[in-house]
């Protein structure tokens, strides 16, 4: 019985994700075709014939390293809890960078805790402290540019606008959650548990004693101001790496930007992706590209519809393929590291 149980979950579970994944290319695909529109075609084909193999296969190198910076500040931040590997830790962040980029939901944050548990014991409570920490020294770029403006003399749109706003409100309430964990610890995990009590009753007795550790994680973080020194420094170099893809990727096609439009219009290309995004970002990344690159900046729509056209399927190459080789150097496939997050154990134990 409870395995006729098991077997009809999970093909109701593969059935859902089929159709959000189906759903998604449907929605990736209008994208495209209404990025295709608004494009010069003949204009980008030729940009594209002419493309710079050597700042293209640059631009490649700027991509990688910018995610083993990234990587290398999870590590950082992970560091008073667990020794874990450069190497190991590049690993799993560029798997779930890899699972991020693939599933129409954002579930790669999750799935780096997973893996950690799995290859070093490391709790799914305690590692997802510092994914969460490490996520919002992503956005503190976005912020930082945004108090800047005023000195730039940029004109952000409504959407734009609403998107940084957006973002400054999950940072807001992070900062929130810490604050009142710092201040009052007792009152901080009596507000989120309170949260937890709209859960299943069976759902809330696995989480409330998660939320304990994850609370005592972030604190014990916030404690560690070199420690986030530290974390704020590599975030500045992964930013630094972003904006040199970004212009490089733009010179491969022909197009000359300069390190402002490069650095301000790659981290707002970023930030759209806090949101979710057809499998494989198809049609999100051209249109979003489009609307920031030439809607925002002015620059040619050929170039940008080229550069993008380009980078989209390079990027994703390098990450299918460095996805695919770090797990199996963890000694994982692809399908069963999809199912992890559903197995009971992990649950159980995490």
């Given at each position: ?5 098991t ?9 859902a ?72 830790a590049a ?41 969460a ?52 610890r007792d009152?901080?995990?009596k507000?989120?548990?309170?949260l937890?009590?709209m ?10 004693p ?8 972030l ?18 170099v992964?930013?630094t790496?972003d ?10 096609v ?11 219009g ?9 949101l979710?995004t057809?499998p ?40 299918t ?9 963890m ?13 009971p ?6």
């Amino acid at each position: 019985m409870e395995a006729a149980s098991t077997t009809s979950f999970r093909i109701a579970r593969v059935r859902a994700v089929a159709f959000r994944i189906s759903l998604g290319l449907g929605v990736g695909a209008l994208m495209l075709v209404a990025f295709l529109q608004l494009v010069n075609v003949n204009a980008v084909a030729a940009r594209l014939a002419g493309l710079s193999t050597g700042f293209a296969l640059l631009c490649g190198v700027a991509f990688l390293g910018a995610y083993f910076v990234r990587a290398t500040r999870w590590r950082c931040l992970l560091s008073p809890y667990c020794a874990v590997t450069v190497g190991r830790a590049a690993a799993i962040y560029q798997v779930a960078t890899f699972l991020n980029w693939l599933l129409p939901v954002r579930g790669g944050e999750l799935a780096k805790s997973l893996l950690l548990r799995r290859t070093d014991g490391v709790p799914v409570s305690r590692s997802l402290a510092t994914v969460a920490m490490d996520k919002t020294m992503d956005l503190l770029p976005a912020l930082v540019l945004l108090a800047l403006l005023p000195f730039v003399g940029l004109h952000l749109s409504r959407a734009l606008w609403v998107l940084l706003l957006s973002a400054q409100a999950v940072v807001v309430f992070a900062v929130f959650v810490l604050s009142l964990a710092a201040w009052r610890r007792d009152l901080a995990l009596k507000v989120l548990t309170g949260l937890a009590k709209m859960l299943p009753r069976a759902a809330r007795q696995r989480i409330e004693p998660f939320i304990v550790l994850f609370v005592d994680t972030l604190l014990g973080l916030i404690r560690r101001p070199r420690l986030l020194l530290v974390a704020g420094a590599y975030t500045a170099v992964a930013v630094t790496l972003d904006a040199l893809f970004c212009w490089m990727a733009f010179k491969a096609v022909g197009v000359t930007l300069s390190v402002p439009i490069a650095l301000y219009g790659y981290t707002f290309f970023n930030l759209a992706f806090i949101l979710p995004t057809p499998p494989g970002q198809v049609g999100s990344n051209e249109l979003v590209g489009l609307s920031i690159f030439s809607g925002l900046f002015g620059v040619d729509r050929s170039g940008v519809g080229a550069m993008f056209l380009f980078s989209h399927p390079w990027t994703a190459v390098l990450m299918t393929v460095t996805g695919l080789v770090c797990l199996s150097v963890m000694g994982l496939t692809l399908r069963n590291t999809l199912r992890l997050a559903g197995e009971p154990g992990e649950r159980e134990h995490a």
